[in-house]
């Protein structure tokens, strides 16, 4: 599975962002689909999560102001990043695997950066 991630760049705080994630490749693994992200200096934290039946998981940071959905037609899917913090920046994981348990042992796609100027 191939994962092709875009959509970060610079916002100033309050502001929002979407990024997408495309998959290539087998269709294998890719039940689960989402988003890591990690800060310069901090360990990787999990965003959110959806599975091809729309279940989702959310972080609590993110919980309220992110909103993940998927096309499954385009294997695809979306972050909407929404009232945005500068402790949001860092840089974006898009990952895909059979669950949302198992998520993070699956594949994964470049970084995208998000920055939140305050």
């Known amino acids: 599975v191939q994962l092709q991630a875009s959509g970060g760049g610079l916002v100033q705080a309050g502001g929002s962002l979407r990024l997408s994630c495309a998959a290539s490749g087998s269709h294998a693994g890719t039940v689960a689909m989402g988003w890591y992200r990690q800060a310069p200096g901090k360990q990787r934290e999990p965003v959110a999560f959806?599975?091809?039946?729309?279940?989702?998981w959310y972080g609590d940071s993110v919980r309220g102001r992110f909103t993940i959905s998927r096309d499954n037609g385009k294997r695809t899917v979306y972050l909407q990043m929404n009232d945005l913090k500068p402790e949001d920046t860092a840089a974006y994981f898009c990952?895909?695997?059979?669950?949302?348990?198992?998520?993070?042992?699956?594949?994964w796609g470049q970084g995208t950066q998000v920055t939140v100027s305050s």
């Open positions: 959806i599975t091809t039946t729309g279940a989702t």
């Open positions: 990952v895909a695997g059979e669950t949302i348990a198992t998520v993070n042992k699956g594949s």
